[in-house]
Each structure stands twice: as C-alpha cells, then as structure tokens.
C-alpha cells in the first residue's frame, strides 16, 4: 500500500466481478495506464499487491 501511495496509484476494487484494478493518470510525464488481476475469492489481497506491482515496473519502466 505504500508503494500506491507513493506513486499515485488509485485502486478501485470490483467485488462483484472479481477483479481489483489499479490505474494513474500520467504524473510529470510519467506513464499513465492501468493494470487489472482477476481473484478468486479470498484472494483479493494478493491480487492487489499483485496490480500494485505489477503497475509500478510498468511506471519504472516508462521513466527510462
């Protein structure tokens, strides 16, 4: 959660559906796009550190 918080990342969680989603709109230039994992139920913790990291390598990669 740290991670999200220090590079904007917004988290939006769809229960219903099974799906968390993690997104940032382009910050200083900076990649602006949005991972999606599926879980199973239980799972949705590890489906959001999953998208959270997931995101932030994409981040890290697009500032090189």
């Given amino acids: ?3 999200a918080v220090k590079l ?3 988290i939006e969680w769809q229960h219903d559906s099974g799906y968390v989603k993690v ?5 200083f ?3 602006s796009g949005s991972v999606t994992e599926l879980f199973c139920v239980g799972d949705a913790m590890a489906a959001t ?5 997931r995101a932030a390598a994409a981040i890290g990669e697009a500032m090189q």
Avoid: E, N, P, Q
């Fill in 8 to 10: 904007g990342i917004d």
């Fill in 23 to 27: 997104y940032r709109t382009k910050m």
């Fill in 49 to 53: 550190r999953r998208a959270i990291v």
């Fill in 1 to 3: 959660l740290r991670l």
């Fill in 29 to 31: 230039g900076v990649w």
